[in-house]
């Protein structure tokens, strides 16, 4: 499967974005997704992951009341709601597929996507 991460930009603190994660193929459903962040000088960090009909999700808790996860199989997207953003919130964003059992460890991702970046503003 191929992943297509789009919806980054610049704003403000407090500020808010919607990242989108288009997958191709006809088997999204059978993956969970997650989404992850690498900010600049730093290893990359699990943000938020999904099951496969969108019912289970795990968030970072950095970002739980903040960001929410969730996918719309039949338009094979995942989303990340980000609200109440804040300039430690800046990074790349990377969307990612599991097939395996869920939740996957972060090493367990099979497929990624190239990042969007997000820049938080104070």
């Known amino acids: 499967v191929q992943l297509q991460a789009s919806g980054g930009g610049l704003v403000q603190a407090g500020g808010s974005l919607r990242l989108s994660c288009a997958a191709s193929?006809?088997?999204?459903?059978?993956?969970?997704m997650g989404w992850f962040r690498q900010a600049p000088g730093k290893e990359r960090e699990f943000v938020a992951s999904?099951?496969?009909?969108?019912?289970?999700?795990y968030y970072h808790d950095s970002v739980k009341g903040r960001f929410t996860i969730s996918r719309v199989n039949s338009q094979n997207t995942v989303y990340l709601q980000m609200n109440s953003l804040k300039p430690e919130d800046t990074a790349v964003y990377y969307c990612?597929?599991?097939?395996?059992?869920?939740?996957?460890?972060?090493?367990?991702?099979?497929?990624w996507g190239q990042g969007t970046l997000v820049t938080v503003s104070s």
């Open positions: 999904i099951g496969r009909r969108g019912y289970d999700a």
């Open positions: 990612a597929a599991n097939r395996g059992p869920f939740p996957p460890s972060s090493l367990e991702y099979d497929y």
């Open positions: 193929g006809r088997t999204f459903s059978q993956y969970s």
